[in-house]
């Protein structure tokens, strides 16, 4: 039995499972370089919104930007904010919570000491992802390596540390792919289901915007060893919208996460296909999922990643899912102790090492 088995692994080390509390399974917290403008991001403004993107957080310009979040590159670095951070977190505790799994990995600029950091001063516990996001952040070096190494390389931000650190990694993802998957993606999917099949550990990943992808990863991660009873499928609410699909879709057995809670644009720039729901309607979904008996396999988070979203830019922040949705579910037919799965159980169990 290794070391990790029945533990929660934290930037602060290893954590008993019933210490978690409420947990957020998808959240942003910093990245490590504040000039980081996330090219692959930015979308650029429409004709005569320049004024608005040049000073987003200007209250006349909220509007906009909560409708346009991505294009503003003074937006999409969360580092620029870490203070406004690290007060979110001491107010998500009041609020309640507990343990926040911070999904960003090699790609996304990952910054496990900011994240150590706020791991001690607020008292939450910080959960990090080791791995590779989409295809078009992979370095040539990436791209070239095999599936042996980058196995390796997952396995040992988990077991001995990522990016030159000793601070250890407690799940892989959220591992990026896109629509159709690239060959290096699937490479990284492989090595992720190899890496798990090791270590028993969670998995999260990110899928392509198509109600093709989800499934069509669960079979290369099957195929190659994974264990989808720990894996995560991300932002099934712009991926999976109609309800038929999601029900074939769950039938296959991984977590399923609601995570875009707080998001709510009429254009997705990502795909203008997509109408992106509302919480309220996210809400609805959740209740179908728990009528479907569901209610073992469901996360929720907000998936936080853009500085719109703090409160102090006039945002939601982290705990909008426990003062604002958890409310509306109890009078949507998901009960306390359903909610309670959702927010604490699942979480743990997912989190939990073989
Ligand atoms: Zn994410």
Known sequence: MSRLSGKVQTVLGLVDPDQLGRTMTHEHLAGKNPDNNYDSFYVPPLQGNEAAAEDPFQIQHVHWLRQNPYSSNKNLNLTRDVVAVRDELLAYRKAGGGTIVENTTTGLDRAVVTLRELAKSTGVHIVAGAGFYVDCTHTEATKAMSVEKLTDIMVSEVLHGADGTDIRCGVIGEIGTSWPITDSEKKVLKATAHAQAQLGCPVIIHPGRDPAAPPQIVRILQEAGGDISKTVMSHLDRTILDE??????????????????????????????????????????????????????????????????LIKNGGHGYSHILKNIVPKMLTRGISQHQVDKILIHNPKRWLTFK
């Open 244 to 309: 038929g699909e999601l029900l074939e879709f769950a039938n296959l057995g991984s977590y399923l996460e609601y995570d875009l809670f707080g998001t709510e644009m009429l254009n997705y720039p990502f795909n203008l296909e997509v109408d992106m729901p509302s919480d309220s309607q996210r809400v609805q979904t959740l209740a179908f999922l728990v009528k479907q008996g569901y209610e073992d396999r469901m996360l929720i988070s907000h998936d936080i990643h853009t500085r719109n979203r």
